[in-house]
């Protein structure tokens, strides 16, 4: 069965280090979602692209998180500096078309920032 | 910004009762709706969708209703059962996904 691969599963990094997490959708799947999710909270947006580029980067913090999915296909999500309110679980989803259509998650990177 | 909330943080039930989870949502526009279903330290994961223009979508032993009116969606699960006990949470889809904060499920023996 297809699935959202996510890497690493959990991270662990200094505050001001540098830090990133690589998502491969589903094949075939157009558009992909980063999420932040705190933990007792829901899954907040990050980042939505559709192929290449970015549809919705408006609660991003451009100061220190960046993303990018240069051939349409896989992506990573990097965090420079760390801080430690960056301590979430950061999902990745996918789904095959811009709107009406089932998204799905991978399993998410547990980032602990010491 | 607008986003998805919920009626209650949590709710208990005992195994065989039906469940019934509430959402409200804020954007009249959005057009698609989702149910997840996260179990701890996964990924959310799909449980029933409903498009705009339906007011009613059954699953298997789950419902999910839409009231456009008052902008509400409710997951009903029927005889729910320990392996139920999960957060759930409701998307909303417009030009993007957007989520509530979720509601915890507990299903007692």
Same mark, same amino acid.
């Given at each position: 069965?297809?699935?959202?691969?996510?890497?690493?599963?959990?991270?662990?990094?200094?505050?001001?280090?540098?830090?990133?997490?690589?998502?491969?959708?589903?094949?075939?799947?157009?558009?992909?979602?980063?999420?932040?999710?705190?933990?007792?909270?829901?899954?907040?947006?990050?980042?939505?692209?559709?192929?290449?580029?970015?549809?919705?980067?408006?609660?991003?913090?451009?100061?220190?998180? &960046? +993303?990018?999915? $240069?051939?349409?296909?896989?992506?990573?999500? %990097?965090?420079?500096? *760390?801080?430690? @309110?960056? &301590? +979430?679980?950061? $999902?990745?989803?996918?789904?095959?078309?811009? %709107?009406?259509?089932? *998204?799905?998650? @991978?399993?998410?990177?547990?980032?602990?920032?010491? | 910004?607008?986003?998805?909330?919920?009626?209650?943080?949590?709710?208990?039930?005992?195994?065989?009762?039906?469940?019934?989870?509430?959402?409200?949502?804020?954007?009249?526009?959005?057009?698609?709706?989702?149910?997840?279903?996260?179990?701890?330290?996964?990924?959310?994961?799909?449980?029933?969708?409903?498009?705009?223009?339906?007011?009613?979508?059954?699953?298997?032993?789950?419902?999910?209703?839409?009231?456009?009116?008052?902008?509400?969606?409710?997951?009903?699960?029927?005889?729910?059962?320990?392996?139920?006990?999960?957060?759930?949470?409701?998307?909303?889809?417009?030009?993007?996904?957007?989520?509530?904060?979720?509601?915890?499920?507990?299903?007692?023996?």
């Amino acid at each position: 069965e297809a699935e959202v691969a996510q890497s690493p599963r959990y991270k662990i990094t200094e505050k001001s280090q540098a830090v990133a997490f690589w998502c491969d959708p589903i094949s075939g799947h157009a558009t992909l979602y980063w999420y932040r999710q705190i933990l007792g909270q829901g899954p907040e947006l990050l980042v939505q692209f559709q192929d290449e580029s970015v549809v919705d980067d408006s609660q991003l913090p451009k100061d220190r998180f &960046s +993303a990018e999915r $240069l051939k349409g296909v896989d992506s990573t999500l %990097k965090i420079q500096p *760390a801080e430690l @309110g960056d &301590s +979430a679980m950061y $999902l990745c989803a996918s789904s095959p078309a811009f %709107k009406n259509t089932e *998204a799905f998650f @991978g399993q998410g990177t547990r980032l602990t920032v010491v | 910004g607008e986003n998805v909330g919920l009626h209650l943080p949590t709710l208990s039930v005992q195994e065989g009762d039906n469940s019934i989870i509430n959402c409200a949502y804020s954007n009249s526009a959005s057009d698609y709706f989702i149910w997840y279903k996260q179990e701890s330290g996964k990924g959310p994961q799909f449980i029933i969708d409903i498009r705009s223009n339906m007011d009613k979508r059954q699953g298997q032993r789950v419902t999910v209703l839409l009231n456009k009116t008052v902008k509400h969606l409710s997951l009903q699960i029927a005889a729910t059962q320990p392996g139920d006990s999960a957060v759930y949470f409701c998307a909303e889809i417009y030009n993007d996904m957007r989520f509530g904060a979720g509601t915890r499920l507990t299903v007692k023996p």
